[in-house]
């Protein structure tokens, strides 16, 4: 296990199980974002996220949760993600320990390989849980949505003693419609199953304070710590890979070196060919 730390913001490297019960006092917490390995084969720098059998893969998840838990502050929120079969386990474990306030669809559109013998997967699902459903943070005026009513001009409620315009603005539904994080993107990293920003602004926002913990046990590329950085929180992120590690090392800006090596951001395809091009233009300036 290696701690970094820079200006309230802590990059750990190690096994989530382990930090969480030796490095994370209890009751220290005020948000945590969990989005663990799914147990669905994917390849996390050569790490296989495949357990035997779905029984172990749930009995580990339910070790963390337990953990993360224990971790929250009593007015604290967790969210936490996985597949969609796995999530009802998650349901009911958390159901008996926590309140879960929202069940929430991650939805987007997809490009990639289409099902065609069933119906294809475009969305993800998150539970918004609280220790106490009397005592949490929802910051419900800074994470306002447009109201769309279909409506080409703004509705008049002539309900009202004197007719008024419909307020436009609303807290976002269950259902989040947020671009997944693509190639072209700007905050695109190497990493299989990056979260964008906007999800993690709007978890951030709603759920803590300016000067408020947040903690993320599967960091993959930092999102959640980048996100509480910018939005003046302080963050812990525990990542089990250390190129990922290094990911984080370079987006919360706590090194810029590693090893002896510059922490750079890989260039990608489009961007050297745009390189080039600009140094063929330079050339023929000169
Ligand atoms: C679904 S990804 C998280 C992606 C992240 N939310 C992001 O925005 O990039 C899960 C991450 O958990 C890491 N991981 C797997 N097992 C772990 C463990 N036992 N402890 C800590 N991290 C682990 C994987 O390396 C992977 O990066």
Redesign the pocket.
């Known amino acids: 296990m290696k701690i970094f730390e820079r200006d309230r913001h802590k990059v750990i490297w ?6 969480l019960s030796s490095e994370i006092e209890d009751e220290s917490i005020d948000l945590v ?1 969990a ?4 147990n669905i084969g ?1 390849d ?2 050569g ?1 296989r ?1 495949k357990w035997e059998s779905k029984e172990s893969y749930l009995n ?1 998840c339910y070790k ?1 949760l337990a953990l993360c838990i224990s971790k929250l502050k009593p007015g604290g929120s967790l969210y936490v ?1 996985t597949a969609t079969q796995n999530m009802p386990y998650f349901d009911i474990y958390l159901r008996k320990r926590m309140t879960i306030l929202s069940r929430i669809v991650w939805f987007y559109d997809s490009s990639g390989v289409q099902a065609r013998k069933y119906y294809g997967s475009l969305y993800e699902p998150i539970l918004f849980c609280v220790k106490d459903k009397n005592n949490y943070t929802f910051n419900a005026d800074d994470i306002m949505v447009e109201a769309r009513t279909g409506a080409v001009r703004k509705l008049i409620d002539y309900r009202k003693p004197v007719p008024k315009v419909y307020n436009s603005k609303k807290v976002p539904g269950n259902v989040w419609n947020i671009p997944r ?1 693509r190639y072209r993107m700007e905050e695109y ?1 190497e ?6 920003v906007a999800l ?1 602004n709007r978890i951030v926002t709603a759920s803590s304070h300016p000067g408020d913990m947040v903690l ?9 710590s980048d996100v509480a950085k910018k939005l003046d929180r302080m963050s812990i992120g ?4 250390e190129e ?1 590690v290094k ?1 984080g090392l370079r987006r919360l800006e706590i090194c810029s070196e590693y090893e002896g090596q510059p922490l750079e951001k890989k260039g990608r395809t489009f961007e050297s060919a745009r390189d080039e091009q600009q140094a063929m233009l330079n050339f023929s300036e000169v």
């Open positions: 190690g096994d989530a199980i382990k930090v974002f989005d663990p390995p799914y994917k996390f720098n790490r996220d580990w963390w993600m994080v990293e990493h299989p199953t990056q979260k964008p993690l993320d046990p599967f960091s993959g590329t930092f999102t959640t525990i990542e089990i890979e990922y990911i």
